[in-house]
């Protein structure tokens, strides 16, 4: 699928879209892959999706933390988290940060940024959700 975000509404009715579809796994977390250059509105979509999902506080961009964990209430999942791994060189970092426990449970949703530099640790076929810059408002999302 894909579609053309002409604005900062435009992607947010896209995340509310997706959330809405999306379906628990029974014996895993739902991991999805966010990819595309820098300012192509990943972490914007991450933000879309936390204000759907009813998560107060502030989403700014993990790249320095790599990994942020945020309470859900009253849906299917338990925790949103986004992850960010821009300036992580190998996966082993993020493993580090116990991504597996985080995979394994199936309350948690998660969201990762550049997955190209950490692949060699991410469960194979995940599903990916890419970004392009077209112009100053414009965003190409193909997922
Ligand atoms: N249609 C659009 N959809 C998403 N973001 C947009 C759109 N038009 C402009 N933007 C802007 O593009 C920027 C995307 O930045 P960001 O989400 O941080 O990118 P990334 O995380 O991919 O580096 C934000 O400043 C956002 O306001
Ligand atoms: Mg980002």
New binding site residues.
């Given amino acids: 699928m894909k579609i053309i975000?002409?604005?900062?509404a435009?992607?947010e009715k896209f995340a509310q879209d997706f959330v809405a579809k999306l379906i628990p796994k029974k014996d895993e977390a739902t991991l999805v892959a966010?990819s595309?250059?820098?300012?192509?509105?990943?972490?914007?979509?991450v933000?879309c999706v936390a204000r759907t999902l009813g998560v107060q506080e502030n989403i700014t961009?993990p790249t320095f933390v790599i990994m942020k964990k945020f309470s859900i209430f009253n849906f299917q999942f338990s925790n949103l988290y986004h992850l960010d791994a821009y300036r992580l060189e190998r996966g082993e970092e993020l493993a580090k940060l116990g991504l597996e426990e985080i995979v394994a449970e199936p309350r948690n949703l998660i969201f990762l940024?550049w997955p190209e530099n950490v692949k060699n640790v991410l469960p194979k076929d995940i599903p990916k959700i890419s970004?392009e810059f077209i112009d100053?408002?414009?965003?190409k999302i193909v997922l």
Avoid: A, I
């Avoid at 975000?5 to 900062?8: N, Q």
């Avoid at 100053?136 to 965003?139: F, L, Y």
């Fill in positions: 975000s002409r604005s900062l435009e992607t966010l595309g250059e820098l300012g192509s509105g990943k972490t914007t979509f933000q961009s940024e970004f100053e408002n414009t965003r």
